[in-house]
């Protein structure tokens, strides 16, 4: 039997809700109306996963400025979104003016049992977390309190940073070939470290005034957490750019290189012990 790994870094909790107050309203500035991440592959994935039928009950974890929230909400959901971050749940009301009657924001520490027991409307139909678990500092408290806020065979949907391809230390790079038909381009990822969970920092956006933490967690042992709660995984997807995205492309995040490797990794995974 492989040894677990620790996957929780509490020294970094206050850090992490600090900084995320600092660049909220910069980071909403410029991706709160979505970017090609987004619209490509985050959102029309976790919609396919969640497959969110009128009237369930969604819980919406490290909502953020509410993005995903929102687009739920018009899905006919009713949502309880929840961040660490004050500014964010600020920005997340502002922007939600007109569905007062469908969402409800609260400022909520995923690491804090306690709060996470005190939120109203459970047991939820379903959960996601966007792009939140790699910022996350300590997810075992949330993982625990999860089945608590799940009905049974509720399902659970998250999308991160791929551990393998696009996490701590990885290097990408292209060689060009030179041969008798041409030219061939080969698109290269160096991994330095995979299997050890690490905190780092890092930028989600270029020109972002502070660096964030990131806290690396291999796939098997991020989904491993869950399995040890009652969890199934039933769907696993690493999209990738479709044509239409490098079609309409006005930035280089749908260039060639991540037509080659999935940026993010999205899975789906189900309560199986209720």
Not at 115 to 120: D, G, H, K, V, Y
Not at 160 to 169: I, Q, Y
Not at 190 to 198: F, G, H, K, L, M
Not at 207 to 217: C, E, N, S, V
């Amino acid at each position: 039997m492989s040894e677990t790994i620790p996957i929780d870094f509490p020294e970094y909790l206050d850090e992490a809700v600090e900084i995320w107050d600092e660049i909220s309203e910069w980071w909403d500035d410029r991706i709160g109306d979505g970017n090609e991440a987004q619209d490509f592959l985050i959102e029309p994935t976790q919609e396919k996963l969640l497959d969110i039928k009128p009237g369930d009950k969604v819980l919406d974890i490290a909502c953020g400025a509410g993005r995903f929230t929102r687009r739920m909400a018009d899905q006919g959901a009713r949502v309880v979104a929840f961040d660490h971050s004050r500014n964010f749940i600020r920005r997340a009301k502002e922007r939600a003016n007109g569905y007062e009657d469908r969402i409800d924001f609260y400022v909520v520490n995923a690491a804090d049992r306690s709060a996470l027991r005190s939120i109203p409307d459970a047991p939820f139909d379903a959960a996601v977390c966007t792009m939140g678990l790699m910022d996350m500092a300590v997810i075992t408290p949330l993982v625990e309190t999860l089945p608590r806020l799940l009905k049974p065979n509720g399902r659970f949907v998250f999308s991160v940073t791929h551990p393998a391809f696009n996490s701590n230390g990885t290097r990408n790079s292209m060689e060009r070939e030179f041969t008798e038909n041409g030219v061939i381009e080969n698109y290269r990822i160096s991994v330095p470290s995979y299997t050890e969970a690490t905190p780092y920092l890092g930028v989600g956006i270029n020109g972002q005034p502070r660096a964030h933490r990131y806290f690396h967690r291999p796939t098997g042992e991020l989904l491993r957490v869950f399995f040890e709660q009652g969890f199934v995984l039933t769907g696993l997807e690493e999209p990738r750019f479709p044509p239409k995205a490098q079609e309409q492309s006005s930035s280089k995040m749908s260039g060639e290189f991540w037509w080659h490797f999935p940026l993010f990794l999205i899975a789906r995974l189900e309560l199986r012990n209720g």
